[in-house]
């Protein structure tokens, strides 16, 4: 590659802080009419920029520019974070839809690339919550290997679902996944042992010895909220996962999944062990949402099985279709979408199911590939072929 | 077991057997016409029942005796969901057809949602569970401690007759063998002169009608009905025509009676809680999807590549 031209760094840069500053001033927004005014152009600038080709623009001064675009974007999150320092609810807010969208990654592994259904993300989500939650109260495990151990948990109990999925395919798989949401709320709400309806209570995350539960405070005036501890780290977190799941998208397993996906008579006259993959892949994205899951016990320091519903299931996968099925960086526009505006806009709070229902039946019909649909794959990022 | 309880017993499942295949036969036949799954299926039982509901009290204002709002009621929740199937197979299945399969399953889940959620939040105190008016006579024979109630034979006879019904229409009339053509092979029906769209909407709105049906009786049977009663009927009735086998009539109506004795043997016959009649019975599914991939009576086939 040569020396790309400076200028072309540009439209990604502008990118990731009209990203950045359409995130802040949608938690920050005070009146209900801020809030939907800056939704709805959001949206709009998402649509029409894709239309006017600004989006090609962005994608190859990213392509061509990756380090520094990476760097950027990881300093926006950060200061994103810090300009949040005080604001209690709206680092909630933004840690939870960090958690949707590591939860949204690991779909987007099953669904997006590897095409294995999960409509139970919400309950392997619980599976992580409640081993975490499980193993922090019982047992004096470092908080970070607990999270981990989450995640690994989920990836084996979902192995279980492994068989029956390989056997079946379209939607005899849909309803096994179906199946098994249902019996893991039902299961939990009848087992004593885990709390049944009323949940467990989640100690808060310690690591290396410092406790995330006390609010940071430099001296008697300046003091940070709590959560933005939790932020920094779910930043962390959530940018390795994506990292990862970015890499494996572009490198030779990715293809190997897309080609799984398309056609698997195909790919496996080619040699590709379908079955292999499709392991892969349903593990890989339990893990992420055994993570997820984790991480959102210890956020919120008490779980139940009502947060762990086959409706929530469906809204995790509201946002990967509402993002743009496939594509990882779509996610964040649409986590923001179904996570923080109906807690922003109370008007909608009590209409949000049937409301993202709706909207998510109005995409499937006139706009399949979502806000940010994904892209063909380019074997050479950043060079015009 | 004593024989009254375990005659008991029986009742409930076969009771709880026939609701559960009249929603799986809807399932199947969507799913035979046009390889899709609808799954607001369930959602549609449910706002049948709630039809019915205020069908029912609207006509009990306008005191008239209870066959008659019996009748009122049947009539009106079969017709209005025969033409919501309708509705919903024109302007949301159809536009899908080119599209992945799972899109269709999507696309109706969530309208499931918003059925759902309609009722929640716009039939009045639309969250709470409503009680079901009792219409059927009250008595009940009794043999020693196995009591049969007058209106389980009312209900039995009433689903069991949809059934044979269904049958019938499928297998001996003019309706039915196009609606099997068109299962068969959509093209080849369209080239033989079989309207492909009039059928599809025909099958939707039989399936729906049948829907309704199951969620008249449900609530006849347990004398409550709520919204979010849906869910879970149409998990069940899914499953039912899975383990049935897709596309196959019979494979339904058995894959409904498995799930109601799963159930009941779940509830009654095993060690743990009762309360774990469900996860019993949806584990045994997942288990016989590992056994049976294409269900008890799958279409023998092999696959086109």
Known sequence: ?385 | MDPALFAQHLLNGVMLGVIYALVAVGFTLFFGVLDVIKFSHGDVVMLGAFTALATSIAASAAGLSSPVILAAMLLAAIVGMALVGMLMARYLVLPLRNAPTLNVLLVTLMAGTVIREGVRLFYPQGSNPKPFPRLLPTGAFEFGAFTLRHDSIVLLVLGVGAIVFVHLLIVRTRLGLAIRAVAQDPETASAMGIPFRGTVLATFAIGSALAALAGVVNGLYYSEVSFNMGLLLGAIGFSAAVIGGLGNVYGAILGGFVFAALQTIGAVALPFASAYKDVFAFGVVILLMAWKPGGLLAERSAERV
């Open chain 1, 1 to 385: 590659m040569g020396t790309p031209d400076r200028a072309t760094i540009l439209p990604a840069l502008a990118a990731i802080l009209a990203g950045a500053g359409a995130t802040l001033a949608l938690l920050l927004a005070e009146t209900q009419w801020h809030v939907a005014v800056v939704a709805l152009a959001g949206v709009a600038a998402l649509l029409i920029g894709g239309r006017a080709g600004f989006g090609d623009a962005i994608h190859r001064s990213v392509a061509s520019h990756q380090r520094v675009t990476s760097a950027t974007a990881w300093l926006a999150g950060a200061v994103v974070v810090f300009l949040l320092r005080e604001h209690n609810f709206e680092l909630l807010m933004l840690c939870t839809v960090m958690l949707y969208v590591l939860a949204g990654l690991g779909l987007t592994v099953q669904f997006g690339f590897a095409g294995v259904v999960n409509f139970a993300a919400a309950a392997f989500m619980g599976v992580g919550a409640y081993t975490a939650a499980v193993l922090m109260t019982s047992t004096g495990l470092p908080h970070l290997v607990v999270v981990l151990a989450a995640g690994v948990v989920t990836a084996l109990i979902g192995s279980v679902l492994l068989l029956p999925l390989l056997r079946t395919r379209g939607h005899y798989a849909a309803l096994i996944t179906i199946a098994f949401g249902i019996l893991f709320r039902t299961f939990l709400e009848v087992n004593d042992t885990l709390g049944g309806p009323q949940g467990l209570k989640v100690p808060g995350l310690q690591i290396f010895g410092y406790a995330f539960n006390e609010a940071i405070e430099f001296d008697d005036e300046t003091e940070w909220s709590f959560y933005t501890a939790y932020a920094g780290v779910f930043i962390v977190v959530l940018g390795l996962a994506y990292t990862l799941v970015r890499r494996v998208e572009r490198s030779w397993m990715g293809l190997a999944l897309d080609a799984v996906r398309l056609d698997e008579t195909a790919a496996s006259a080619f040699g590709l062990n379908g079955a292999a993959w499709k392991i892969a892949a349903f593990s890989f994205g339990n893990f992420l949402a055994g993570i997820a899951g984790a991480l959102y016990a210890i956020l919120t320091a008490f779980i139940a099985p009502a947060s762990f519903t086959f409706g929530d299931s469906l809204l995790l996968l509201s946002i990967v279709i509402l993002g743009g099925l496939g594509n990882p960086l779509g996610l964040l526009p649409a986590a923001l979408v179904v996570v923080v505006l109906p807690e922003k806009l109370q008007v909608i709070q009590e209409y949000r199911f049937l409301l993202f229902a709706a909207l998510v039946i109005l995409i499937l019909l006139l706009r399949p590939g979502g806000l940010m649909p994904r892209r063909a794959r380019e074997y050479f990022p950043g060079r015009s072929s």
